[in-house]
T-cell receptor
Framework: GQSLEQPSEVTAVEGAIVQINCTYQ??????LSWYQQHDGGAPTFLSY????GLEETGRFSSFLSRSDSYGYLLLQELQMKDSASYFC???????????FGAGTRLAVHP | EAQVTQNPRYLITVTGKKLTVTCSQN?????MSWYRQDPGLGLRQIYY???????DKGDVPEGYKVSRKEKRNFPLILESPSPNQTSLYFC????????????FGPGTRLTVL
């Protein structure tokens, strides 16, 4: 079946750069999305890569490499408010369902 | 204000007592879906709907039912809840598909005793 693998936890300090990886086994899919979820809140959309390469949105960037079966979310100039869980997600080819990774909990320390 | 609403936000019930969690969106979105979130498992899609009267199973549909009689509403029905359905549930909507930006409701925390 389809699955997306993410590290369960990542720790970083304010002002640093952190990369959250997402690897998958799906051979065909429609792109890779990223969502952020703060404790007690609902997930919110961050970024989407339909094609290989880098997408930049402010301090956040997302990258996709279909040939390497992985993507990542890059967070720059980390702030305390970036402490949250981050999920990658994809729609497998031939389907309309949406599959999420288990999520990466990011802790930003002073 | 564009939003997805869910009711109730919190619910404690007992095994076997049928319940419905409502979901409504005011963005004229075609795609709606339900997820459950459990620690360490992320978000798992229960059911999704591409449009009115068009629904399909996600990854964990067992024990759940849905209906899509109107574009804006997508209720989740648990005919006979069991303790393993204790979870945090999210409804979401998007313009047309799973690849579009998903807008999530605030969540419903369900406890089945």
């Amino acid at each position: 079946g389809q699955s997306l693998e993410q590290p369960s936890e990542v720790t970083a300090v304010e002002g640093a750069i952190v990369q959250i990886n997402c690897t998958y086994q799906t051979s065909g899919f429609y792109g890779l999305s990223w969502y952020q979820q703060h404790d007690g809140g609902a997930p919110t959309f961050l970024s989407y890569n339909a094609l290989d390469g880098l997408e930049e949105t402010g301090r956040f960037s997302s990258f996709l490499s279909r040939s390497d079966s992985y993507g990542y979310l890059l967070l720059q100039e980390l702030q305390m408010k970036d402490s949250a869980s981050y999920f990658c997600a994809q729609v497998p080819g031939g389907y309309n369902k949406l599959i999420f990774g288990a999520g990466t909990r990011l802790a930003v320390h002073p | 204000e564009a939003q997805v609403t869910q009711n109730p936000r919190y619910l404690i019930t007992v095994t076997g007592k049928k319940l419905t969690v409502t979901c409504s969106q005011n963005m004229n979105h075609e795609y709606m879906s339900w997820y459950r979130q459990d620690p360490g498992l992320g978000l798992r899609q229960i059911y999704y709907s591409m449009n009115v009267e068009v629904t399909d199973k996600g990854d964990v549909p067992e024990g759940y039912k849905v209906s899509r009689k109107e574009k804006r509403n997508f209720p989740l029905i648990l005919e006979s809840p069991s303790p393993n359905q204790t979870s945090l549930y999210f409804c979401a909507s998007s313009i047309a598909s799973g690849t579009d930006t998903q807008y999530f409701g605030p969540g419903t925390r369900l406890t089945v005793l």
